[in-house]
């Protein structure tokens, strides 16, 4: 017959055998070093800060280097454009100045025809020949400085004789004078008046 064991025996606690399990297995488990954490949590926010706002002043500085090139270059273009319009629009300015003096022939020989000539074919043959040739001029730009009841302007005007008349009037013309477009291309030749002269008593 065996002998039994009478002591009393401990009770068994499964509860504190488990915690005790677990103190055990965190003695052993992995402490996180400094290493492991986020870099931008280690670093020096100041530092970051700085940083962020230099690289803000460069680019705005380089926006506005940009900015400048491009605005720059559009008015670079605007005036090539505007040169090669204007070198177009006055290109012919040396033949319309050198087709004036025949245009002045025309006129003077249509002035001049005599009563007995007038209304012959030959003589509207050249008037139509006249208003043609004077058309295509008109097309390119070329148009009479006006004298009829103007005031006397050196921009546009070359006084020739003072007469009497109204003082600082045009009172004749006597040789046309043109534009191109906006600019003079022959001043009209003319007599100004400077006023009457006082009777001497």
Known sequence: MKNIDKRPRKPTSYRGERLAKE??????????????????ELMDMGSL??????EREKSEK???SWQRSQADFINFKKRNEQE??????????????????????????????TPKAA?????????LIYRKF???LESQGLSKVETDGADFDPRFHEAVI??????????Q?????????????????VKVGKGKESESG
């Open 23 to 40: 103190e055990r297995e965190n003695q052993f488990a992995e402490v996180p070093s400094e290493a492991n954490q986020p870099v931008d």
């Open 173 to 189: 013309e006597l040789q046309k004078g043109y534009m191109l477009y906006d600019r003079l291309l022959r001043p009209s030749m």
């Open 49 to 54: 800060q700085k940083a962020l706002t230099g």
């Open 84 to 113: 090669k319009a204007e070198t177009v629009k006055f290109a012919n300015s040396a033949l319309m100045s050198g087709l004036l003096p025949v245009l002045d022939d025309f006129e003077r020989a249509l002035e001049n025809v």
């Open 62 to 64: 380089y926006l506005a």
């Open 134 to 136: 004077l058309a295509v």
């Open 162 to 171: 003072h007469d009497e008349g109204e003082e600082g009037k045009i009172t």
């Open 119 to 127: 209304g012959t074919k030959w003589v509207e043959g050249i008037e």
